[in-house]
């Protein structure tokens, strides 16, 4: 159906704000030339206006709908040369096909002006729209029957005048001759004359109405059926289809050679993307494709008849049918095959009926063919699929049969592998396959509640001077999200007249995702009551989108509706917009693997291409029991980044799984983190009542993409460490490969230097707190949604994942964020000992250096910065040599305090919230969390105490301190007066770094003074 569709691309430029003026008068008169796929537009001049507003249609044919993700759409902004002679440039933007959106969803997006080059001189934005009309193409009848007119008219003109046929090829061929001349003349034009060329076709582009009415003419006058086996046909049919379309022959070249050229990129573009499995090892499979079969007599073709597959101890049977064909690939691992024979049998099923009335199925073997696997042809791809081909059947009663089967040796890479039996992952079993997972598009919904008019509030039997005061609120629920607003009180007189129009001027965000719900509830609540006063459902087809905080969602009035006996009671006015600038979070603030817009239409192109090859693991433990005497573990592993999640398949019964599965995502930021977390299948058995086992936790690892190097291997074995109640526990090791590759570094510097979120986190913000719930709520959504999958991604999977519980108080991490602190200041504390080291004179010689380099630095105050920063670049490019090459930094069980905290540490880290330990037990946990607050109480005390001090001296808290501040300030005003400021640099400097014969031990007169100074402390009960 996808190639019956005619798709066009619709780029209305709305306007341009803040341009640059370009014609010497502080004006401009601009105008856009759009290029897509070879095609260019270009829309009106608006003269002398640096806001100008165009609100221009431009149409464009796209080519390939499939492959429209990846072109690439340029608008030029240019100012026109009639009005100046300065340079003509005033900005471009490029916008990637995978922001288009589909007709009917499209919104005005402002895009900031890019340079051309480092000098240009460009500012301002640019408004437009771009979306997609899929079209279908004239109806394919009316060319049929119009075909056997044609086509005898062409056969009776050929015997009348062969000569003049014979001199239309001539004159074709002195045409193509002349052709080609005039290529070579116009190769020799100068550029001049190319540009004048290029603005004459743009301007000669047909108009919209034109492209609507030749399509039925076009389609009647096909090509005729004796020209079908010309070498031109094809370029004929293209020129058809752009006759189709409207577009004029000039250009239909133009557009041939240039797709031409985009065909050759996006090939070698997949060829990069799927090089293949070039960071795994190659797996050796057995493949065995049983198409059918067939009898040599039909007597008991009613039967159903199967086939089976025996190799050594490895046997497998297809499914019974009946008159069907299987058509089931098998595909057995080389390595634990026993046997160098493969045994393909088939069988029939037969009921028989005994005295009794009680049937029997009996089944009888129709023959067998066996093959020598040392035979057996190999296929690597992209070689094509063997083709099944039919084998005898020997048997001795029933000969004549036949089979039709095609065996190869592949590997893992091979097509089939997906779809096949597989001898290590147990088969056909869809939770044990390798699946892709998508989390789902998350919105960000702003519900803004105005005011409400005309409540109908309930009155009761009490007179109207006594009636209470009304407190109402605004409740608001999107399928399990609620959220209230503050409340509003309204008097007694206004409750009972119904003059009441409380006002709240309050938003509301929630977390939306696609397919959305159908209705967003907005309640309207009595809290005197407690009751409802009236609600009314906003369909969320209805809700309007919006990218940026310049264009403001309009407000709207919804009757609320109560009960049956008051069908209204009231009023509501609201806001109610989708969010696109935001990007949702769902997942850890220090593990964010996305951060791009909900909106499609602000979609970035990918800087970069990850390239992931899961290996296998080495020396897994046991994670659970098999028939209840020996240990198992069933591991498959799951890599998650951005909105997409792998899983592996798995690998049954073994504690050194190899699955050698390579895995790709697009790169859109390199400041992201990759996570690979390793699981025990446990959802593929089922117990007594029919419910699904939970997957166990094996380990996890991260790795932040930041840290690698462009365009390399990565080739290690990270260990496996999981936390239990019982304690750490090294679990194994996993191997994997990892690759970034990115092919340019101005995109990667660019990265570097933009924000980390899109401009609506900046310019709107959201609260701590309310990203914190937002966050939470997005991460139950994304759990709820995966889980519904099938076959399901466990709810605890992801949630481990994601690190839903980092938030929760853990003594551990707590402990590790202390040591964290105290890395970093160690830093300090370092160089407070080396200045201590050089005033105490502990090395005289490096003493006298920094004398001389303190001169240094007072007479030549120019040079210190220089200084500063050459000596930041030395060392920093010596340590170039000691960084990380070998192994990427990933989890560190020691840096993560496993091994530093008691049982029942963990065991609190493990409890639920809220805690479902003993009484005694929370008791003690309490006590100990109590006395960690403390000394974090004294610490804090002691800080606000320092701060107090200073603020002492100027609110004259101490009378007699802040006039000794003052007077020593009136001095020290006619000191510095006089003293030229390097003496006392260099003074100061000297006395600091005395000798110690010349130093006292007492503390020094201003530090004296300092800590006499009074604070809050004493004021605090």
Not at 453 to 470: N, R
Not at 593 to 600: E, I, L, M
């Amino acid at each position: 159906m996808a190639d019956n569709v005619l798709r066009k691309l619709i780029v209305e430029i709305c306007s341009a704000r803040n341009l640059m003026p370009k014609d010497g008068q502080g004006t401009a008169s601009a105008y856009a030339i759009v290029d897509f796929d070879g095609q260019r537009r270009r829309t009106k001049t608006k003269f002398r206006d640096l806001n100008p507003q165009w609100d221009e249609k431009l149409e464009f044919f796209v080519h390939d709908a499939a492959t429209m993700g990846e072109e690439i759409l340029e608008i030029n902004l240019c100012n026109d040369k009639k009005t100046g002679k300065r340079s003509t440039f005033l900005g471009k933007v490029k916008i990637a096909g995978n922001a288009f959106a589909a007709a009917g969803s499209e919104t005005l997006v402002y895009y900031p002006l890019e340079k051309r080059s480092v000098f240009s001189q460009i500012k301002g934005e640019i408004g437009l729209k771009a979306y997609y009309v899929d079209e279908n193409p004239p109806a394919p009848p009316a060319a049929t029957e119009q075909k056997p007119e044609t086509a005898p008219a062409v056969e009776e003109k050929a015997p009348e005048n062969p000569k003049a046929e014979e001199g239309k090829k001539e004159a074709e061929a002195a045409k193509t001759e002349e052709k080609k001349e005039g290529d070579k003349k116009e190769e020799e034009k100068p550029k001049e004359e190319a540009k004048a060329e290029d603005k004459k076709t743009d301007a000669a582009a047909p108009p919209p109405p034109e492209t609507t009415a030749k399509p039925p003419e076009a389609a009647a006058t096909p090509p005729p059926p004796a020209e079908i086996q010309n070498p031109p046909l094809p370029q004929k049919i293209e020129t058809v289809k752009q006759k189709e379309l409207g577009i004029k022959p000039e250009n239909v070249n133009r557009q041939d050679l240039i797709g031409t050229d985009l065909e050759l990129p996006s090939l070698t573009r997949d060829q990069n993307r799927g090089g293949g499995y070039d960071l795994v090892d190659r797996m050796p499979f057995l493949y065995i494709r049983v198409a059918k079969a067939k009898r040599a007599n039909n007597n008991g073709g009613s039967n159903p008849i199967y086939a089976k597959l025996v190799i050594g101890t490895n046997g497998v049977k297809t499914r019974s049918q009946t008159g069907k064909d299987w058509d089931q690939v098998f595909a057995f691992e080389k390595e634990s095959l026993n046997s160098s024979s493969l045994e393909v049998s088939v069988w029939t099923e037969e009921k028989v009926e005994k005295e009794d009335k009680t049937t029997t199925t009996t089944e009888s073997c129709l023959g067998t063919v066996s093959f020598d696997l040392q035979e057996v042809p190999k296929r690597v791809p992209p070689d094509s699929p063997l083709a099944p081909q039919w084998y005898t059947l020997e048997s001795e009663k029933s000969p004549g049969n036949d089979v039709m089967l095609a065996v190869w040796l592949g590997t893992q890479a091979d097509e089939a592998f997906q779809e096949a039996w597989q001898s290590d992952s147990g088969g056909l079993i869809p939770e044990t396959r390798s699946k892709v997972y998508l989390s789902p598009k998350l919105w960000y919904l702003r519900l803004t509640v105005i005011q409400t008019q005309d409540l109908q509030l309930a009155s009761g039997p009490e007179p109207k001077s006594k009636m209470p005061t009304t407190e109402l609120y605004v409740k608001a629920q999107l399928g399990p999200q609620v959220f209230k607003t503050a409340r509003t009180s309204i008097g007694p007189s206004a409750s009972s007249s119904g003059s009441g129009n409380p006002t709240w001027n309050e938003d509301l965000v929630f977390v939306a995702s696609e397919p959305f719900e159908p209705f967003l509830i907005v309640t309207v609540e009595d809290l005197t009551n407690g009751q409802s006063i009236g609600q009314t459902k906003i369909h969320m087809g209805s809700v309007e989108r919006r990218n940026d905080d310049r264009i403001e969602p309009k407000s709207r009035w919804f009757n609320l509706a109560g009960d049956e006996n008051k069908p209204y009671s009231g009023r509501i006015h609201v806001k109610v917009c989708l969010e696109g600038g935001y990007h949702v979070l769902d997942e850890a603030a220090h593990v964010t693997s996305d951060v791009r817009p909900s909106a499609k239409q602000l979609a970035k192109p990918p800087i970069g291409l990850l390239e992931v090859g899961i290996r296998g693991a080495t020396n897994l433990l046991p994670v659970k029991t098999r028939d209840g005497t020996r240990g198992t573990t069933d591991a498959y592993v799951v890599a998650k980044y951005g909105p997409k999640w792998v899983r592996t398949r798995t690998i049954l019964d073994r504690f050194n799984p190899r699955w050698n599965e390579q895995y790709t995502w697009d790169v859109y930021d390199p400041c992201t983190v990759l996570t690979i977390g390793v699981f025990d299948n446990g959802r593929y058995k089922r117990d007594e009542s029919g419910k699904p086992g939970r997957d166990v936790r094996v380990g996890k690892i991260r790795v932040r993409l930041s840290t690698l190097d462009m365009n390399r291997v990565y080739l290690n074995s990270y260990t496996l460490t999981v936390i239990l109640p019982s304690g750490a526990k090294k679990m194994g090791e996993i191997e994997i490969a990892v690759r970034f590759s990115c092919p340019s570094w101005l995109s990667i510097i660019q990265a570097y230097v933009t924000p980390m979120l899109p401009r609506m986190h900046y310019v709107r913000p959201l609260g701590p707190a309310q990203q914190d719930i937002l966050r939470h709520t997005a991460m139950r959504i994304v759990t709820a949604r995966l889980a519904r999958s099938e076959p399901p991604l466990g709810q605890e999977v992801v949630q481990y994942m994601l690190d839903t519980d980092n938030h929760v108080w853990s003594m551990r991490r707590s402990k590790a964020n202390w040591f964290r602190v105290i890395t970093f200041l160690s830093r300090a504390a370092t160089i407070a000992r080396w200045v201590h080291g050089i005033r105490t004179w502990v090395h005289p010689p490096t003493t006298v250096l920094v004398h001389l380099l303190l001169v240094a630095i007072v007479l030549c105050p120019h040079l210190v910065l220089p200084t500063v920063f050459m000596y930041a670049f030395l060392i920093v490019a010596l340590r170039f040599r000691c960084r990380g090459r070998v192994k990427v930094n990933s989890v560190d069980p020691r840096f993560s305090c496993v091994d530093s905290v008691t049982h029942d540490e963990l065991d609190e880290e493990f409890d639920g919230f809220p805690a479902t330990r003993p009484p005694e037990v929370v008791r003690v946990r309490y006590d100990r969390l109590r006395a960690l607050a403390g000394r974090a109480q004294t610490l804090l005390g002691d800080m606000a105490a320092q701060g107090e001090r200073i603020e002492a001296l100027f609110n004259w808290r101490d009378p007699r301190a802040t006039c000794i501040f003052v007077v020593f300030c009136l001095f020290a005003s006619f000191l510095f007066y006089i003293v030229p400021f390097k003496i006392f640099v260099l003074g100061y400097g000297f006395y600091y770094i005395r000798h110690p014969r010349f130093r006292d031990d007492m503390p020094s007169v201003p530090v004296n003074f300092f800590r006499r100074l009074p604070s809050m402390s004493d004021q605090i009960l």
